[in-house]
Antibody
């Protein structure tokens, strides 16, 4: 069974870049679509972006100017960079896998446990 | 973007009771609606996809129905482990969006 694990700093200063990595184990990163999803404190879930194993991406329009995703198939990892962060970017960040490897819009059948990132000076 | 509204926000029930959770979309999402269960400190779990399909290893007490803009998740008889927050999510349009969640709590 595939497992996902987020890693990265838990505290980021305003105006800096939030960088997270998701490591996939128990399965290959190839041929699936991989997403980042976040949950601000007390709020609902928000999809941020996805990347395919070949590197094609799709970003949430409201974040598109600040977001970049990348994938490293040799390490079975994919990453998120979110630039110019503010307090509004404070959230638990989850990485997740789309269940259908041929459909970029498929539901998320595997998730990481999530990592809290706080934006504060 | 499509807004998903879940109601009620909180459902207070006892084990063994039936739970009915609703999700309404601001425009039609066809049948492209999923439901997730989320417990504190855990990864969300996919329960139902494309309105009616149970995900792998999901018990038969979970069922989904609806189409277009109105959807329902039913838990036929609540088990102790079912008390959690439930989210709906649409994949009809980009960006994918989630509802705000319904908390099922023990009465």
């Amino acid at each position: 069974q595939v497992q996902l694990q987020e890693s990265g700093p838990g505290l980021v200063k305003p105006s800096e870049t939030l960088s997270l990595t998701c490591t996939v184990s128990g399965g290959s990163i190839r041929s699936y679509y991989w997403s980042w999803i976040r949950q601000p404190p007390g709020k609902g879930l928000e999809w941020i972006a996805y990347i395919s194993s070949s590197g094609s991406t799709n970003y949430r329009p409201s974040l598109q100017s600040r977001v970049t995703m990348s994938v490293d198939t040799s390490r079975n990892q994919f990453s998120l960079n979110l630039r110019s962060v503010t307090a509004a970017d404070t959230a638990v960040y989850y990485c997740a896998r789309g269940m259908d490897n041929s459909d970029s819009s498929s539901p998320f059948d595997s998730w990481g446990q999530g990592t809290l990132v706080t934006v504060s000076s | 973007e499509i807004v998903l509204t879940q109601f009620p926000a909180t459902l207070s029930l006892s084990p063994g009771e039936r739970a009915t959770l609703s999700c309404r979309a601001s425009q039609s999402v066809g049948s492209y609606l999923a439901w997730y269960q989320h417990k504190p400190g855990q990864a969300p779990r996919l329960l139902i996809y494309d309105t009616i399909n149970r995900a792998t290893a999901i018990p038969a007490r979970f069922s989904g129905s609806g189409s277009g803009t109105d959807f329902t998740l039913t838990i036929s008889s609540l088990e102790p482990e079912d008390f959690a927050v439930y989210y709906c999510q649409q994949r009809s349009n980009w960006p994918r969006t989630f509802g705000q969640g319904t908390k099922v709590e023990i009465k």
